[in-house]
Protein backbone atom coordinates (compact mmCIF):
# COMPACT_ATOMS: atom_id res chain seq x y z
CA UNK A 1 0.00 0.00 0.00
CA UNK A 2 2.83 2.55 0.89
CA UNK A 3 4.37 2.06 -2.57
CA UNK A 4 1.18 2.83 -3.88
CA UNK A 5 0.96 6.10 -2.13
CA UNK A 6 4.43 7.06 -3.07
CA UNK A 7 3.33 6.01 -7.12
CA UNK A 8 0.30 8.22 -7.12
CA UNK A 9 1.92 11.02 -5.02
CA UNK A 10 5.15 10.66 -7.55
CA UNK A 11 2.37 11.28 -10.35
CA UNK A 12 0.38 14.21 -9.09
CA UNK A 13 3.77 15.97 -8.46
CA UNK A 14 4.84 15.33 -12.15
CA UNK A 15 1.15 16.74 -13.56
CA UNK A 16 1.50 19.64 -11.01
CA UNK A 17 4.91 20.24 -12.53
CA UNK A 18 4.11 19.98 -16.15
CA UNK A 19 0.48 20.83 -16.83
CA UNK A 20 -0.60 23.00 -13.70
CA UNK A 21 0.28 26.16 -15.19
CA UNK A 22 2.10 25.58 -17.98
CA UNK A 23 5.08 27.52 -17.80
CA UNK A 24 8.58 26.15 -18.02
CA UNK A 25 9.71 28.15 -15.17
CA UNK A 26 7.64 25.74 -12.92
CA UNK A 27 9.53 22.53 -14.41
CA UNK A 28 12.86 24.20 -13.60
CA UNK A 29 11.49 25.04 -10.26
CA UNK A 30 10.42 21.17 -9.64
CA UNK A 31 13.84 19.87 -11.36
CA UNK A 32 15.94 22.15 -9.26
CA UNK A 33 14.27 21.51 -5.95
CA UNK A 34 14.45 17.79 -6.42
CA UNK A 35 18.20 18.07 -7.04
CA UNK A 36 18.72 19.79 -4.03
CA UNK A 37 16.28 17.11 -1.85
CA UNK A 38 18.47 14.56 -3.58
CA UNK A 39 21.63 15.64 -3.10
CA UNK A 40 20.88 15.29 1.02
CA UNK A 41 19.05 12.00 0.39
CA UNK A 42 21.50 9.98 -1.49
CA UNK A 43 24.67 10.92 0.68
CA UNK A 44 22.42 10.17 4.07
CA UNK A 45 19.96 8.00 3.28
CA UNK A 46 20.36 6.13 -0.57
CA UNK A 47 17.55 3.47 0.17
CA UNK A 48 14.73 6.21 0.57
CA UNK A 49 15.90 8.11 -2.37
CA UNK A 50 14.33 6.16 -5.38
CA UNK A 51 11.20 7.78 -5.47
CA UNK A 52 12.68 11.26 -5.39
CA UNK A 53 15.25 10.11 -8.16
CA UNK A 54 12.29 8.48 -10.54
CA UNK A 55 10.27 12.16 -10.24
CA UNK A 56 13.49 14.34 -11.23
CA UNK A 57 14.28 11.31 -14.20
CA UNK A 58 11.18 11.91 -15.33
CA UNK A 59 11.10 15.02 -15.66
CA UNK A 60 14.12 15.81 -16.79
CA UNK A 61 12.66 13.30 -19.99
CA UNK A 62 9.89 15.86 -19.95
CA UNK A 63 12.64 18.77 -20.05
CA UNK A 64 14.74 17.26 -23.04
CA UNK A 65 11.07 16.08 -24.97
CA UNK A 66 9.60 19.82 -24.99
CA UNK A 67 13.05 21.28 -25.26
CA UNK A 68 13.26 23.13 -21.88
CA UNK A 69 16.65 24.72 -21.78
CA UNK A 70 17.93 23.91 -17.48
CA UNK A 71 20.27 26.66 -15.99
CA UNK A 72 23.89 25.02 -15.38
CA UNK A 73 22.72 21.78 -17.10
CA UNK A 74 26.27 20.39 -17.30
CA UNK A 75 26.90 20.98 -13.26
CA UNK A 76 23.55 19.09 -12.83
CA UNK A 77 24.81 15.93 -14.52
CA UNK A 78 28.00 15.87 -13.09
CA UNK A 79 26.12 16.24 -9.78
CA UNK A 80 24.13 13.36 -10.77
CA UNK A 81 26.62 11.47 -11.84
CA UNK A 82 28.39 12.02 -7.93
CA UNK A 83 25.08 10.75 -6.75
CA UNK A 84 24.64 7.62 -8.38
CA UNK A 85 28.80 6.30 -7.58
CA UNK A 86 27.94 6.98 -3.91
CA UNK A 87 24.59 5.47 -4.08
CA UNK A 88 26.12 2.39 -5.59
CA UNK A 89 29.60 2.36 -3.20
CA UNK A 90 26.63 2.59 -0.38
CA UNK A 91 24.33 0.08 -1.41
CA UNK A 92 26.78 -2.06 -2.41
CA UNK A 93 28.79 -1.98 1.33
CA UNK A 94 24.80 -2.30 2.17
CA UNK A 95 24.03 -5.50 0.52
CA UNK A 96 20.84 -4.08 -0.76
CA UNK A 97 22.44 -4.36 -4.66
CA UNK A 98 18.68 -5.15 -6.27
CA UNK A 99 17.84 -1.62 -4.55
CA UNK A 100 20.79 0.38 -6.15
CA UNK A 101 19.94 -2.02 -9.66
CA UNK A 102 16.70 -0.54 -9.40
CA UNK A 103 17.71 3.22 -8.64
CA UNK A 104 19.78 3.17 -11.32
CA UNK A 105 17.26 1.38 -14.10
CA UNK A 106 14.96 4.32 -13.45
CA UNK A 107 16.77 6.60 -16.00
CA UNK A 108 17.63 4.37 -18.47
CA UNK A 109 13.97 3.50 -19.35
Avoid at 15 to 20: D, R
Avoid at 26 to 47: A, R, W
Wanted: glycine fraction near 2%; include cysteine; hydrophobic fraction near 40%.
Amino acid sequence: MGRTIRFVANDQLFSIATKATGKQSVVIFFITFLFDIIQNLVTEKPHHSRDAFHLLCNLLRYSSQVKIQLPKSEQLLLVEIDWLRQAKVTLKSCSHNSMYNSIADECAS
